[in-house]
């Protein structure tokens, strides 16, 4: 199936610590991307979004950098919780035809 | 605001046999999208309904089908199950078309086929 690109698929981190989730896209044409996270036994749910005519955006604990040169996305959370436990995806809206498709996800562990 | 709703929450069904699953969406929310997830492929893009036409289809075969109805809410339909389809089904719906908003998701319906 259809999928953008994964770099890691776990993530160990220290609590307090930033986290840095990376992913690959694969379609140059791609002019929204997506960050979700999905806790267990959950839907995945909104973090953050960023446009192509954008190369960061920021949100609550939460940093989205876009290198549209080498097609990369990069997901940043400050000061590590508990709570963030989770497996987090990418996801990429091709324009051409407005699907939304996700990347395979990493799943992200906080140490105490 | 009730967020996306999908029953039931677990089936189990036998190979052959076929299988309908519903999804409310957020009360205002137009656009119904349904994924497949699975650990070996993550989350595939299943299809998207929006105005009660299906709007986007993804590469499943014609046993897996789906409608929206003039409320929003949306059911999916797999005929002659396969054992490869046990899966969550994942509902996702937006105030409009996908590719301007963000996704809701409900909690999903657990599928497995024995």
């Known amino acids: 199936g259809e999928s953008v690109g994964l770099h890691l698929p776990t993530l160990s981190v220290q609590e307090g610590d930033n986290s840095i989730i990376n992913c690959a896209y694969s379609n140059s044409a791609s002019d929204y991307f997506i960050w979700y996270k999905q806790e267990s036994g959950k839907g995945p749910q909104f973090i953050i979004d960023i446009r192509s005519n954008m190369d960061k955006r920021q949100g609550q604990r939460v940093t989205v950098l876009l290198n549209k040169t080498v097609k990369h996305l990069s997901l940043q959370i400050a000061a590590t919780q508990p709570g963030d436990s989770a497996v987090y995806f990418c996801?990429?809206?091709?324009?051409?035809?407005?699907?939304?498709?996700f990347g395979k996800g990493t799943r992200l562990h906080i140490l105490p | 605001k009730a967020g996306v709703t999908q029953t039931p929450r677990y089936l189990i069904k036998t190979r052959g046999q076929q299988v309908t699953l519903s999804c409310s969406p957020i009360s205002g929310h137009r656009s119904v999208s349904w994924y497949q997830q699975t650990p070996g492929q993550g989350l595939q893009f299943l299809f998207e309904y929006f105005s009660e036409t299906q709007r986007n289809k993804g590469n499943f075969p014609g046993r897996f089908s789906g409608r929206q109805f003039s409320n929003s809410r949306s059911e999916m339909n797999v005929s002659t199950l396969e054992l490869g389809d046990s899966a969550l089904y994942l509902c996702?719906?937006?105030?409009?078309?996908?590719?301007?908003?963000?996704?809701?998701f409900g909690s999903g319906t657990q599928l497995s086929v024995l």
């Open positions: 996702a719906s937006s105030l409009d078309h996908t590719n301007e908003g963000k996704l809701f």
């Open positions: 996801a990429e809206n091709r324009g051409r035809d407005d699907k939304i498709i």
